[in-house]
T-cell receptor
């Protein structure tokens, strides 16, 4: 039971580069989420998706783009990385009903130099 | 703006102690409150509470919600070093919203 996986687990990139973080879940969960976790801020929602081809902004969407062409995948792209996007990124998913417990992936630690 | 506040921010206890972690919230149209445990990796789900006054329990951990006073507590009895972690509180709110608003967490350290 693979559950929810993220890749890469660690990434160092330079300012201005485009970076894509991958998220894959094997549960066929409808809802998927991207969070970032920073000291002093806790977990903040970037984007979420209720189903394939349905996405919506969260609390901190600026500078990020998402897509969801398949139920199981939810990639997050930083179009032009900035140092302020250095963070730990978590993907999460939840079952077909909204407002249930979310299950988190292992996280991607991204450093923008 | 929805707000979830956890206290204390950090706590150091000895093995065997009982601890109480607090979570208060100010949100529009409260739906449910969730507790997570985060060690050096992803948050793992502990409890979800939707009704006031009902206690959820799992082994040495228990949690209760007070919807009138807008807070929840997480109790851990007979603490062990393996309980050392950051405990996160999060709230679902608003009609049609699928966003979880998280508190900043309480860092619990249990020393032998």
């Amino acid at each position: 039971d693979a559950g929810i996986t993220q890749s890469p687990r660690y990434k160092i990139t330079e300012t201005g580069r485009q970076v894509t973080l991958m998220c894959h879940q094997t549960w066929s969960h409808s809802y998927m989420f991207w969070y970032r976790q920073d000291l002093g801020h806790g977990l903040r929602l970037i984007y979420y998706s209720a189903a394939a081809d349905i996405t919506d902004k969260g609390e901190v969407p600026d500078g990020y783009v998402v897509s969801r062409s398949k139920t199981e995948n939810f990639p997050l792209t930083l179009e032009s990385a900035t140092r302020s996007q250095t963070s730990v990124y978590f993907c999460a998913s939840t079952k077909n009903r909204a407002r249930r417990e979310q299950y988190f992936g292992p996280g991607t630690r991204l450093t923008v130099t | 703006e929805d707000k979830v506040v956890q206290s204390p921010l950090s706590l150091v206890v000895h093995e065997g102690d009982t601890v109480t972690l607090n979570c208060s919230y100010e949100v529009t149209n409260f739906r449910s409150l969730l507790w997570y445990k985060q060690e050096k990796k992803a948050p793992t789900f502990l409890f979800m509470l939707t009704s006031s006054g009902i206690e959820k329990k799992s082994g040495r951990l228990s949690s209760i919600l007070d919807k009138k006073e807008l807070f929840s507590i997480l109790n851990i009895t007979a603490t062990q070093t393996g309980d050392s972690a950051i405990y996160l509180c999060a709230v679902y709110s608003g009609a049609g919203s699928y966003q979880l608003t998280f508190g900043k967490g309480t860092k619990l350290s249990v020393i032998p």
